[in-house]
Every structure is written in C-alpha cells, then in structure tokens.
C-alpha cells in the first residue's frame, strides 16, 4: 500500500511530534491509515500512542483516574470503576455481526447487512470523541513470537478500557514493530461516547457492537461495560472463531489449567462453562496452578492438541468471593497491587464491598446507582443492591501465586482432558468420562445446557442450550462449528473428554455435593487420562468407582466419603437423561440446519442405551448394578 502523503501529514498534526515518531516506527502503511481514518471521523482532542514503556502504562492509568473513570481506594494500586445503571452487561441485541449480501450464519445468529451497519456505526462516530483523548494500543493476543498469536490494536477514548487492557493482554507494541507489513491484525475501535457527570456513557440508546468479519474490525460506541468494550475479550473473540474456522484451529470459551497428580506431574486440561457455573473458581483451585480462566486458543500438533491462553489477566466476578470459600482470591483482593474494581459499593473507608462477600453488609456507600443507602430503589421500583451482581475485578494473573509457569511458553501446553460443564439440578452425574472423543464432543460439548440464573436477565432456572458455552461468541454456523470440534479429534492422542455438573440435588432440593468436592472430580480426571483409575460403564459415560474416590476425597480434601453420598451422586436418572436427549435432539433438529448426521446417530444409540438400561434395571441405576 501507497502511503498517502497528505493523510501521513494530516495525522503528525493531529498525533503530535511524539505520538507520531511512536506510529511510525511500525512500518505498516496499512495501520497507518486506518489509525489516521478513525482519528479523522471520531475527532478526539488529543491522540496518545502507547509503546507499553513503562511511562506510558503509567500515564494511561493516570489518565483515567485524572479523567475520573476511575478512582483510587484506600489500598495502594485498587481503583474503581463504575458503568452506568444501564450499562451493566454484554448488550446482547445490540452486538451484531455485518454481513455481506449471501452469507448467512443461520438462526440465533444476530447479523445485519454489512453496508447498512458499517454506514449507521459510522454516522454514530463522527465527531464522537470530541473533547476526549484517544488512545492507541497494541497488543498480542497471546504469548510473543507464537504461531497461536494474533496481533491487535485498540483505539478507545476510555482511560478504564486502555488501562484494563494493559492488565489482561499482553503488551504488542513491540511485535508489531518486529511484524511490520507482515501483521495481520484484529482491528478495535471503541468510544464510551458522550459521557454525564459520573464520567458514564450517555447515549445508551446509541449503544452498538458491529463486527465486520470481512475486515476483522469490531466497533464500539456508546457504552463502558468491559464484556461490551475490551475489544480483545469478547469482541476478539468473534473475530477469532471466524478466523480460526478458516485455518483449522480453535477458540474456545475455556479456562487452561494444570492439575496436579501424583509424583509432581501436571496434566493441562481446558473446560468450558457457561458464566456463573463455576469456571473461574476451578481454574484457581488451590494446589492447581492455573494457565486462564476464560479463553483457550487450541492447535493440533504432532498428534496432540495444545493451547495457549491469548489472554495473561482475569476479569472475574466478584460476586460470592469470600475468605472461606476463595481463601487465596480473598487475600489477593485485600492486598496492595494493581486491581480495578467494577460496579462494587466503595465504603465510607473507601474500601469495596460486594454481594456474597462475608463482611458485614454496609448502609449506605457509592455504586452503579450513585450514593446507595439500604433500602434505595430504581425508576422502575427494584431494590438497588450494594454491589451489581456483574461486578468484577480486573487483575494481571502475575498477581497469582498459583500461576501455571508455562503461561507464556510460546508452544502452549498439552491438553490431556476438556472438561464440559453447566448448571443442571436434575439430570447428569456429577463427572464423568466420554467413550471417545466423538460421543464427547457431541452428547457433552454440543449438548451442554445450563440454567438460568438470577444473574441474568429472565425467568430463573431455565434451561438453555449453550454448545461448548461457545454460543454467545460463535461467528460462523453451530453445523460448521460442531464439524469443525468433530474433525479436530482426528489425531493420534486426542485429549478424554469429561462432563462436570457441580449443581446436582436430591429430590429434597438440597445440592448432593459441596462446592469444594470438584478437587476431588479433578483429581479423578487426572488419573483417568493416564489410566490409572478403572471406570463403571453406564448407558451415558464411564463413572468414577467408589473405592476410588473414597480415597481421593481423604487425600485431597481430608473428607470422609460416604457410599451413601456417592449413591445418591452417581445414579444414573435414566427418565431426565432421556428427557434431555429430547430437548438437545429438537434443537438441532428444529435450529440447526445442516447438522452432522453423526450428530443424530450419537444421540440415538446413547437413547437406545439408557431404554435398555430401563427395562433391565429400572428408571433410577445405582453405579454398581450396571450390568
Ligand atoms: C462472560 O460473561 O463469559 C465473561 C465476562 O467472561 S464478559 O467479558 O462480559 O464476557
Ligand atoms: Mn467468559
């Protein structure tokens, strides 16, 4: 590409002698237009390029307490953030995919017509930044020097979004330098938009996330909610599953995390989970280390899978995090270091408090809602809580001390296991194995449901079918993307492929585990990938023996486990089992046009086991009667 000279002169007036010298180091006419086309259109005051040196970082954080975006808490490093009332989660109805005339990603899949998106996401940011300062940032989605590495820039006028990213992302200036015209890079351009006194977006009615697959671009405009605006999170996300669909490899919504078995030996698994089911907290299992909690990018290479984390940070919610339950998250959260709270309530201490937290609950304090006292209800007349149940902690996982040491190993780590979860009170065991890499993916990937919960918006829970918690992200066809998981196991050692359900209980009501039990069903999952624990078959998967997790549950968490515990988890309940592969089956059939036929096949021979079962044994099948 040509560089045009009168553009190049355009933008050195607009970035300033410094700015500009920092742009042109990276060689890359291409960048350097598009930087200069958006600086044109959204006309902030002032234009900052960050090289990620340490002044840099330090400004921008300054910044964005400077700009009130953020402010600084009693504990040296914390700040707070907070987004507006309405602002509090990803806008699913306003992110949209542009599509060119003739593609179509089929139903569920929320799109538009390319041309008529690209038009109205640009009237929307003319002249949006003014009187704001934008910042250019450029990442690696990644570890450096990666073939799993994709190369991003960021333009946001948000201080909070710019700052954010520099504890979740790892820092790309210098790649890009190194890259030069050989970069293919994701592209983000995002602004909070008007903003009123509290320094939150404005314009909600205005707010959209349009993602051009064509150019790898997503825009963002009109809201501060980092699922919505941390252009490298979820909005990468989209680009990334497309791009991946086409090279062969996949993103997936998974955590990465080694787990420990016995003589020192760590096993790399991922899992995907819905939010809210328990994801983050497997990942940071004590006595684990942990590679990511909410994104995995996945390769085959010499006839295993490998992944890396694109991400080196965790926006997590804060939610329920207490010195009980999360003893070392706990500690971290009230100890000096970089963290960026969000949509907490900030104590007259200037301290944050949050829903589940064990502390006693404040008065009165400062939240999404402005001044909070207990009992303050919004326009519509619902109770304001102390804290949004979305709230969240922005950390660099450097932070940790249960950080996977193989976090940046360009090469990734091998994944012996993938583990499926959700939230399901009535139906699955709470693990257990596949037959093979095809029955897993498609009776535990592709049939994931998890209920609703009073986190989201809707009727509480409800169930809903969430393939490979990928759902809300997938940016090509849920036919295409189950093909694409099923090919993916073609290699000599895929990895075994388990279901998790933390949230199975009795016909009381009452959960059959406790929340900790999970680092007993990690422990198991280690020891099957190698072998070295033996399985009961039943109609649905291969089930831990009791014998096995007797001893497991001693080891691991001092616990006596009970046969009376472990009958009431594993039996098989063969009615609901039947009454899910139903509901799953109806969904491909009925929305997913061009499903596998594999697909249909699996579901019926695991439909035509658990009738056999039936007749033989009845609707209820304690784990050691299984013929
Ligand atoms: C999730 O909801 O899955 C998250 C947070 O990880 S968000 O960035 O909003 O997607
Ligand atoms: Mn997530």
Redesign the pocket.
Known sequence: MMEDKREMERLKSRLGAESYKKLIRIDNPELHHFIAKYVELCNPDMVFVSTDSPQDIQYIRTEAIRAAEEHELAVAGHTVHFDGYYDQ??DKSNTKFLLPQGVNLGTGMNAMDREEGLKEIHDIMRDIMRGHQLYVRFFCLGPLKSEFSITAVQLTDSGYVAHSEDLLYRQGYEEFVRLGQSARYFKFVHSAGELDDRKTSMNIDKRRIYIDLESETVYSANTQY??NTIGL??LAMRTAINRASREGWLNE?MFIMGVHGPSNRVTYFTGAFP?LCGKTSTSMLPGETIVGD?IAYLRQKNGRIRAVNPERGI?GIIRGVNSIDDPSIWAILHSPGEIIFSNVLVTAEETPYWLGSNEDPPQKGINHSGEWQHGKKDADGNDITPSHPNARFTLDMHLLNNLDPNIDNPDGVVIDGIIYGGRDSDTKVPVEQSFNWVHGVITMGAALESETTAATLGKEGERKLNPMSNLDFLSIPIAKYIENHLAFGHITNPPCIFSVNYFLRDTAGNFTNAKIDKAAWLKWMELRTHQEVEAIETPTGLIPKYDDLKRLFREVLNKDYTREEYIKQFTVRVAENLAKLERVEQFYRTKVPDTPAIVFTVFEEQRQRLIKAREEQGDYIEPDTHA
């Open positions: 989660a990803r980092g699922g999170k979820k919504h939010s909410d926006f």
